[in-house]
C-alpha cells in the first residue's frame, strides 16, 4: 500500500503555483483552487436540488471538484493556452489521465473504485462532469474579477469577460444563477467574496513558519483527509453510517467564518471553560449571520455545515480528526527545519493518541505517519 504517498500528495497541493506567470496580487495554487471549487460545489449543487428541483448525486460532484487536480502534483502547473494548443492537447490531456490513475493505484483497493470516479473521471461528459467542468470555469472567473477589482495585471480584465461569456452557454442553471446573483452584488456575492478571500486568513500566527499556510489551503486537506478517512472506514473497516457528503461538506466549510474572525489560535480560545464557550457562541453567530446572505432553502445545510461544524455526533468527531491529523501534518512538515514545531507536533500526536480510537486514526499511526515521516518527504 501507497496510502502514505496518497497522502503526500494531497500535501503537495499547495505547492503547484495557478496564475503565477501573470504575477496576480493574490498568490493562487492548486488546493486553494480545489477548496474553492468544493465549496462553489456544495452551492451549485443545493441549488440544483432545491431552487431548480433537479436530481443531482451532491457527493459526486463534491468530490470530483475536491481532487480533480490532483495529476497537477506530477504536471506542474501548465498554462492554459499550452493546454489547448493543438500540437500538444491530446498528450497532455492522456498524460494526465494516466497520472491520475497512477495516484489512484497509491490507495488501498477497496477505496480505488471511489477514487477512480473523483479523479479519473472528474471532468467526464456525464452531466456530473460537464457541471465540475462549469464549476471550474467558475472559480476562474471569481479569481479574475478579485484581480481585475485590484487593479492588477490587465491580463486579468480581459479574462473576466472572456470567462463570463463561457459561464453564459454553460446549460447547468446553477451555474447561470450563480453569475447572476454575483452580478447583481451582495447576498450570494457576498457570500462568494467569503469563499474567494479564506485564502488570505494566515494560520499559524505568532509561530516562525517555514511552509507557509492559509486557511483555503488548509481547508482543502481537511476535506481531502475527512474523505480518506471515511471512505477508509466505510469500505475497508465496514461503518456504513458514515455520511460521507455530510462529512466532507463540513470539513470544506468548517472554517469559513474564519474570514470574519480571523485564525485565533487554538490555546487561546480554549484557555478556560468560559474562554471556550464564549468562541463557540461568536463563532456560532458569525457562520449564522455569513449564511443569512443566501436564500432561505440554504439556511439548514449549511447551518449543520459552518454553525456545527464539530457536532455531537461521528462525523463532527471525524472532521475533529482530519482537523488535528492536518496540525500533526503541518508540525511534522515545520519541526524537520525549525525545532520551535516540535513541542507542537508532540502535543499533537499525544491527544490525537489519548482521544480517539477510531480505525481511522489507528490506520494513520500505524501506517501513513510512518511513510510521511520517513520516507516521502525526502523523495
Given at each position: 500500500?501507497?496510502?502514505?504517498?496518497?497522502?503526500?500528495?494531497?500535501?503537495?497541493?499547495?505547492?503547484?503555483?495557478?496564475?503565477?506567470?501573470?504575477?496576480?496580487?493574490?498568490?493562487?495554487?492548486?488546493?486553494?483552487?480545489?477548496?474553492?471549487?468544493?465549496?462553489?460545489?456544495?452551492?451549485?449543487?443545493?441549488?440544483?436540488?432545491?431552487?431548480?428541483?433537479?436530481?443531482?448525486?451532491?457527493?459526486?460532484?463534491?468530490?470530483?471538484s475536491l481532487w480533480a487536480d490532483l495529476s497537477h502534483t506530477m504536471t506542474g502547473s501548465i498554462k492554459h493556452v499550452t493546454k489547448k494548443?493543438i500540437h500538444v492537447t491530446e498528450h497532455i490531456r492522456a498524460l494526465e489521465h494516466e497520472l491520475s490513475k497512477e495516484i489512484v493505484s497509491?490507495?488501498?483497493?477497496?477505496?480505488?473504485?471511489?477514487?477512480?470516479?473523483?479523479?479519473?473521471?472528474?471532468?467526464?461528459?456525464?452531466?456530473?462532469g460537464r457541471l465540475v467542468e462549469a464549476i471550474d470555469t467558475f472559480d476562474a472567473f471569481l479569481f479574475c474579477h478579485r484581480e481585475a477589482?485590484?487593479?492588477?495585471?490587465?491580463?486579468?480584465?480581459?479574462?473576466?469577460?472572456?470567462?463570463?461569456?463561457?459561464?453564459?452557454?454553460?446549460?447547468?442553471?446553477?451555474?447561470?444563477?450563480?453569475?447572476?446573483?454575483?452580478?447583481?452584488?451582495?447576498?450570494?456575492?457576498?457570500?462568494?467574496?467569503?469563499?474567494?478571500?479564506?485564502?488570505?486568513?494566515?494560520?499559524?500566527?505568532?509561530?516562525?513558519?517555514?511552509?507557509?499556510?492559509?486557511?483555503?489551503?488548509?481547508?482543502?486537506?481537511?476535506?481531502?483527509?475527512?474523505?480518506?478517512?471515511?471512505?477508509?472506514?466505510?469500505?475497508?473497516?465496514?461503518?456504513?453510517?458514515?455520511?460521507?457528503?455530510?462529512?466532507?461538506?463540513?470539513?470544506?466549510?468548517?472554517?469559513?467564518?474564519?474570514?470574519?474572525?480571523?485564525?485565533?489560535?487554538?490555546?487561546?480560545?480554549?484557555?478556560?471553560?468560559?474562554?471556550?464557550?464564549?468562541?463557540?457562541?461568536?463563532?456560532?453567530?458569525?457562520?449564522?449571520?455569513?449564511?443569512?446572505?443566501?436564500?432561505?432553502?440554504?439556511?439548514?445545510?449549511?447551518?449543520?455545515?459552518?454553525?456545527?461544524?464539530?457536532?455531537?455526533?461521528?462525523?463532527?468527531?471525524?472532521?475533529?480528526?482530519?482537523?488535528?491529523?492536518?496540525?500533526?501534518?503541518?508540525?511534522?512538515?515545520?519541526?524537520?527545519?525549525?525545532?520551535?514545531?516540535?513541542?507542537?507536533?508532540?502535543?499533537?500526536?499525544?491527544?490525537?493518541?489519548?482521544?480517539?480510537?477510531?480505525?481511522?486514526?489507528?490506520?494513520?499511526?500505524?501506517?501513513?505517519?510512518?511513510?510521511?515521516?520517513?520516507?516521502?518527504?525526502?523523495?
Amino acid at each position: 500500500m501507497k496510502n502514505g504517498k496518497f497522502t503526500n500528495t494531497i500535501i503537495r497541493m499547495q505547492f503547484v503555483p495557478r496564475w503565477s506567470e501573470h504575477a496576480p496580487r493574490f498568490e493562487d495554487n492548486a488546493a486553494s483552487h480545489s477548496f474553492r471549487c468544493a465549496a462553489i460545489a456544495i452551492l451549485a449543487g443545493l441549488a440544483e436540488e432545491k431552487l431548480f428541483g433537479r436530481p443531482v448525486d451532491k457527493l459526486k460532484l463534491l468530490t470530483r471538484s475536491l481532487w480533480a487536480d490532483l495529476s497537477h502534483t506530477m504536471t506542474g502547473s501548465i498554462k492554459h493556452v499550452t493546454k489547448k494548443e493543438i500540437h500538444v492537447t491530446e498528450h497532455i490531456r492522456a498524460l494526465e489521465h494516466e497520472l491520475s490513475k497512477e495516484i489512484v493505484s497509491c490507495l488501498s483497493k477497496s477505496l480505488r473504485a471511489f477514487a477512480y470516479d473523483a479523479i479519473v473521471n472528474a471532468q467526464d461528459d456525464t452531466d456530473t462532469g460537464r457541471l465540475v467542468e462549469a464549476i471550474d470555469t467558475f472559480d476562474a472567473f471569481l479569481f479574475c474579477h478579485r484581480e481585475a477589482s485590484y487593479g492588477s495585471n490587465p491580463f486579468f480584465r480581459s479574462k473576466v469577460q472572456e470567462l463570463r461569456d463561457k459561464i453564459a452557454g454553460y446549460e447547468q442553471p446553477s451555474i447561470g444563477w450563480l453569475l447572476a446573483e454575483f452580478e447583481k452584488g451582495e447576498g450570494v456575492r457576498d457570500f462568494l467574496g467569503y469563499i474567494m478571500n479564506l485564502d488570505t486568513v494566515q494560520r499559524w500566527n505568532g509561530s516562525y513558519n517555514l511552509v507557509p499556510d492559509n486557511d483555503a489551503t488548509h481547508s482543502f486537506r481537511v476535506a481531502s483527509l475527512a474523505l480518506f478517512n471515511g471512505l477508509l472506514e466505510r469500505e475497508r473497516f465496514g461503518l456504513a453510517h458514515i455520511d460521507l457528503y455530510r462529512l466532507v461538506s463540513k470539513s470544506v466549510l468548517h472554517d469559513l467564518p474564519e474570514i470574519v474572525s480571523g485564525d485565533v489560535v487554538s490555546h487561546f480560545k480554549h484557555r478556560n471553560p468560559v474562554m471556550k464557550h464564549a468562541f463557540e457562541q461568536y463563532e456560532r453567530e458569525t457562520a449564522e449571520a455569513m449564511i443569512a446572505k443566501l436564500p432561505e432553502p440554504f439556511g439548514e445545510a449549511l447551518a449543520d455545515m459552518m454553525a456545527n461544524p464539530k457536532s455531537a455526533d461521528y462525523e463532527g468527531e471525524m472532521l475533529d480528526i482530519a482537523d488535528k491529523l492536518d496540525a500533526l501534518i503541518k508540525a511534522g512538515l515545520e519541526m524537520r527545519n525549525n525545532p520551535h514545531y516540535a513541542e507542537t507536533y508532540y502535543d499533537q500526536l499525544t491527544t490525537i493518541q489519548h482521544r480517539f480510537e477510531n480505525p481511522c486514526v489507528i490506520f494513520f499511526l500505524a501506517y501513513i505517519l510512518h511513510d510521511l515521516t520517513y520516507s516521502n518527504f525526502n523523495k
